[in-house]
């Protein structure tokens, strides 16, 4: 089981940006890959982005594409999510997650196998 910790979260006016970090420990990062997920108020938790082992591959929620930017720093067994053009749409606790199974995971929680505590953004219109 890899330990995830996110950090970077807060309360954003629309139209800005926030990066959010996720530190892993306990495990080889690079054997990992990695996503984020997101649960806005009272919505079930929905993809946001993931990237592959080696960082080859990346892809993204519709609702995100060209705004989030997903990247990892293996060196540092970090995983970021760079977000701009914030809308209060994405007022949401996002959480970093873990997958050993999988290279190219799918855009379900099941393909990831540990989770972070999540941190909240927050969107101000």
């Known amino acids: 089981q890899v330990r995830l910790v996110e950090s970077g979260g807060g309360l954003v006016q629309a139209g800005g940006s926030l990066r959010l970090s996720c530190a892993a420990s306990?495990?080889?990062?690079?054997?990992?890959?990695m996503g984020w997920f997101r649960q806005p108020p009272g919505k079930e938790r929905e993809f946001v982005a993931a990237?592959?082992?080696?960082?080859?591959?990346?892809y993204y929620h519709d609702s995100v594409e060209g705004r989030f930017t997903i990247s990892r720093d293996n060196a540092r067994n970090t995983v970021y999510l760079q977000m701009n053009s914030l809308q209060p749409a994405d007022t949401a606790v996002y959480y970093c997650?873990?997958?050993?199974?999988?290279?190219?995971?799918?855009?379900?929680?099941?393909?990831?196998?540990?989770w972070g505590q999540g941190t909240q953004v927050t969107v101000s219109s």
């Open positions: 990237i592959t082992r080696n960082g080859d591959t990346t």
């Open positions: 997650a873990a997958s050993f199974r999988y290279h190219l995971p799918g855009k379900g929680p099941y393909d990831f196998d540990d």
């Open positions: 306990g495990r080889t990062f690079s054997n990992y890959a």
